[in-house]
């Protein structure tokens, strides 16, 4: 997990990408290519590769994703991506997939239809 | 339009234009499409037919339609609200007389501030997505307030009393709006006039009471699809152009959902850790004061630029 704080509201990265520039590191790249240099930038690489955590597994599409909604009652999250077009539930409870589910075509947009118990 | 229910693939119909957004009215049970074209279909799903369309092209006193690009129902009183792409309004209908009610000109002056409108033209690039339009709809709670993103990456704030935004926010890069949201989640979370504003390179929460200034800005490494913030809480889920769906924890926002509490603990022992800072060993110098740590001959190599140069002090 790499926490990114600007203007003292830190924005903690919990799945994926860390926010910034860069895949792995949120540092500048002229930067950690000077640690690096000194013999201590593996070390620092590879901190932040283990501080990084992924609150929801699976949390991925083959390309892209699309389109991610909540359902209402706060339990599911719901995912389109591609390729192939595909739906992903995510049980958030048990913090993984629950199944995923093929289209034929790739979505533009969905919405839950929930019974309002 | 695909229907899925538990157990698969319920039922698959077609559209008769291509789709562009889609909400549900819950009270009467009508799915509707906002797609290319003046019209805005029906499909009742307790009937299981297409209603008549909702015809927007009966009021095109502000130029032809050429697509609806998000719909929004007001949770309070059920408004239906279109963003529709051409005249730039948004259309407001009841969903009871299945009439217009209101129509709101969006100020056509943001398209010629925004950097989009520059003077040349790429054939294939840039000529189809001029239009000025709204991208993006969200009410709020209160049934009074609704946000409105266009394509110039402005987002509006509307009193619906009033035609008038009260508010306005620039994105800043001229790329149309993808999502805005108002956060809510009553009295644990930060503020209960915040907004979230998306478009493709960065996502912005702020205040609308103070529409200048970010209360969080987050520039993911891939181009944004779409965001959701989970009711209540710090956390936001995206959906991008990588491989990686990615999730973003502003613990001053707002709590961790249950399902994640550790979370609450984690970040807070991150906050105890010392944090190294990024530029502790640098000292960032005015162009006037960088000659008393390097040779004016080297000075003048520095490009020319107004920025703070940075020196090496260890």
């Known amino acids: 997990m790499t926490a990114d704080a600007q203007e003292s ?7 994926g990408a860390a926010a910034g520039a860069g895949s792995a590191s949120s540092l500048p790249d002229w930067l950690t290519r000077k640690r690096a240099i000194k ?36 339990h599911h999250a719901i995912a389109t991506g591609v390729y192939k077009p595909q739906i992903r539930v995510y049980d958030l409870d048990q913090l993984t997939l629950k199944f995923e589910r093929h289209s034929d075509a790739e979505n533009v947009d969905f919405t839950v239809r929930e019974t309002l118990l | 339009m695909e229907l899925h229910a538990q157990g698969g693939l319920h039922y698959r119909t077609r559209l008769p234009r291509f789709g562009r957004a889609l909400a549900y009215h819950y009270p009467s049970g009508d799915a509707l499409f906002g797609c290319a074209g003046d019209e805005v279909f029906r499909l009742n799903l307790e009937q299981g037919r297409f209603l008549a369309p909702l015809s927007l092209n009966t009021h095109a006193e502000h130029g032809n339609i050429i697509g609806v690009n998000a719909i929004d129902i007001n949770p309070a009183h059920q408004l239906l609200s279109f963003a529709v792409e051409g005249p730039g309004t948004v259309e407001f209908w009841d969903p009871r007389s299945r009439s217009r009610v209101g129509v709101l000109v969006l100020p056509r002056s943001l398209a010629l501030t925004s950097p989009s409108t520059s003077a040349t033209v790429l054939p294939g690039v840039d000529s189809s997505s001029r239009t000025f339009a709204a991208t993006a709809l969200s009410s709020r709670s209160d049934g009074l307030s609704l946000a409105v993103g266009t394509s110039t990456g402005h987002t509006l704030l509307y009193d619906i009393r009033s035609p008038k935004p009260y508010a306005t926010k620039d994105q800043g890069y001229g790329l149309a709006v993808h999502r805005v949201a108002w956060i809510d989640g009553g009295s644990r979370m930060a503020g209960d006039g915040f907004i979230l504003s998306a478009d493709k390179k960065v996502l912005k929460v702020w205040d609308r009471e103070s529409p200048s200034s970010n209360f969080a800005s987050v520039n993911p490494p891939s181009d944004i699809n779409d965001v959701c913030h989970l009711p209540g809480t710090g956390l936001f889920m995206l959906a991008n152009e990588g491989i990686h769906m990615t999730s973003y924890y502003i613990p001053q926002l707002g709590p961790a959902p ?17 944090v190294r800072n990024v530029y502790e060993d640098f000292k960032f110098v005015e162009r006037s004061e960088l000659s008393a740590y390097v040779p004016s001959s080297v000075v003048y190599r520095f490009p020319d630029v107004p920025y703070l140069a940075l020196v090496w002090t260890t």
């Open chain 2, 258 to 274: 249950k399902w994640c509490s550790f979370l609450d603990n984690l970040t807070e022992e991150m906050e105890e850790q010392t």
């Open chain 1, 39 to 74: 013999g201590k930038g593996k070390r620092a690489i590879r901190e932040e590769f283990e501080g990084a955590i992924n609150l929801i597994q699976h949390f991925e599409f083959p390309e892209a994703s699309n389109r991610i909604k909540v359902a209402k009652s706060g």
């Open chain 1, 9 to 15: 509201v830190k924005v903690y990265t919990v799945n």
